[in-house]
């Protein structure tokens, strides 16, 4: 049974409704606008931070302008390298490249990605289509301190040019989008596999489809690794599972949890409305800040899968 948290001190008239013991809550009875309190923007983010991903229902007022605006009361709004647009982004996902049904981070093959990623459900297929999140703070409270400590030493190359066709089910018109659009420019960050985060000091851990391998591991014990420690990202019981509505909005912590997008819905029209908000560069357990590689096609070092 989902437990119900009043917080009419914190949003009047609003409550939270836990989705899940360890990530997600919907907040009821706010009407999202570029217009909001203060107050009530700053309760929006400690609740954030609080459940890693938040959900409002009913949000068929805000328009793309609109959600432009209530996302820019949530920071400065980022640019996604890959597309060449900015502010919020309409994704037909019937169209090509837009089904992100892997485990990922938004953006992290950039050194300093999203925030927070704010998404809005335009036109919902019948059937299918739900969203994942996974909580990353948790995931890593529940490896044994051996292998935190072994996390805590780990840095990742992460970038936009992955194995896409072996873990997707990409149709034709995706691998593609894939080859002509998203990859046309390579991105690589290195990342430490465990980030401090800024504003709550949890510890989460930093992976996802993006990881091309681990610094200074060979491949075949890297592969290794990557699967023990996703593995405790993606248990059930560190997720939640949103079934969309027309007007639902998502709000998440892109610094704390992973998501998936659940391709079950066949050819069906399935409209969103994406936005991302800056962040900083990500700061190891040791105080280290991630690195981009600009030009990895000039760094043959780098590129080297051992």
Not at 118 to 129: A, D, N, Q, T
Not at 189 to 198: D, F, K, L, S
Not at 284 to 300: F, K, L, Q, T
Request: aromatic share 10%; charged share 25%; hydrophobic share 40%.
């Amino acid at each position: 049974m989902s437990e119900t948290v009043l917080i009419y001190d914190v949003i009047p008239r609003a409550d939270v409704v836990k989705r899940a013991t360890r990530i997600g809550a919907v907040i009821k009875n706010v009407k999202l606008s570029g217009d909001l309190p203060g107050d009530t923007i700053a309760a929006i983010n400690r609740l954030l931070l609080e459940h890693k991903v938040i959900f409002f229902r009913d949000q068929g007022h805000l328009d793309k302008a609109e959600q432009e605006r209530f996302a820019l009361r949530l920071g400065k709004l980022a640019p996604i390298p890959t597309v060449d647009t900015e502010g919020v982004l309409e994704l037909d996902c019937t169209t090509a490249g837009a089904r992100a049904d892997r485990w990922h981070i938004d953006l992290s093959y950039v050194d300093a990605y999203p925030k927070i990623s704010v998404l809005r459900g335009v036109l919902i297929p019948k059937f299918g289509g739900d969203t994942i999140w996974s909580n990353a703070a948790t995931a890593y409270m529940d490896l044994s301190p051996p292998l935190q400590r072994l996390a805590n030493d780990l840095w990742a190359v992460h970038s936009n040019f992955f194995d896409y066709e072996g873990i997707s089910r990409a149709r034709e018109i995706d691998k593609k989008h894939f080859r002509e659009v998203f990859t046309a420019t390579t991105y690589e960050a290195e990342h430490p596999v465990v980030r401090v985060h800024p504003e709550t000091g949890e510890r989460t851990l930093v992976l996802g489809t993006y990881v091309q391998r681990f610094v200074d591991v060979p491949k075949y014990d890297g592969q290794r690794l990557f699967d023990l420690f996703q593995s405790h990202i993606t248990a059930p019981e560190n997720t939640v599972r949103w079934n969309w509505q027309e007007g639902d909005v998502a709000i998440w912590d892109n610094r704390a949890t992973l998501h998936f997008a659940v391709n079950d819905y066949g050819e069906q029209h399935r409209v969103v409305r994406l936005g991302f908000i800056e962040g900083d560069v990500p700061i190891s357990v040791d105080g280290r800040c991630s690195v981009a590689r600009v030009n990895p096609e000039m760094d043959p070092v780098f590129r080297t899968i051992s």
